[in-house]
């Protein structure tokens, strides 16, 4: 069993930045891809970042490209989303997603683990 935990959430202004941090763990973790998904209310969840865990090649959505980063610690099985440049339109609750088959998919389904979620807030 894996079990994913987020964390690093907050309150922030527009412009502003936050470090979003998914701590993995397990004795079945072995991941392929690390994925980021966001849900704001009354909308479907949808992909936000991935990172393909071996080489490090990374994926994003167009709305945040150029804004957010993500990037791994293999030692720590923790993935991070660095979001700059934060606006309103980012606000949701935020979700970390492992996938254990190769592939980065932007697809939620297609991930196999899923943590609780952290809520990031961008105030105009």
């Given amino acids: 069993q894996v079990h994913v935990v987020e964390s690093g959430g907050g ?11 998914c701590a ?4 079945t973790f ?4 690390m994925g980021w998904f966001r849900q704001a209310p009354g909308k479907e969840r949808e992909f936000v970042s991935a990172i393909d865990w071996r080489f490090s090649t990374t ?8 804004r957010f980063t993500i990037y791994k610690d293999t030692a720590k099985n923790t993935v991070y989303l660095q979001m700059n440049s934060l ?4 606000t949701a ?15 939620n389904s297609q991930y196999d683990c899923w943590g609780q979620g952290t809520q990031v807030t961008v105030s105009s």
């Fill in 30 to 33: 072995n991941p392929y891809v």
């Fill in 87 to 90: 606006k309103p339109e980012d």
């Fill in 24 to 27: 993995a763990s397990g004795r």
């Fill in 11 to 21: 309150l922030v202004q527009t412009g502003g930045s936050l470090r979003l941090s």
């Fill in 59 to 66: 994926y994003y959505a167009d709305s945040v490209k150029g």
């Fill in 93 to 107: 609750v935020y979700y970390c997603a492992v996938r254990t088959v190769y592939g980065l998919v932007v697809t």
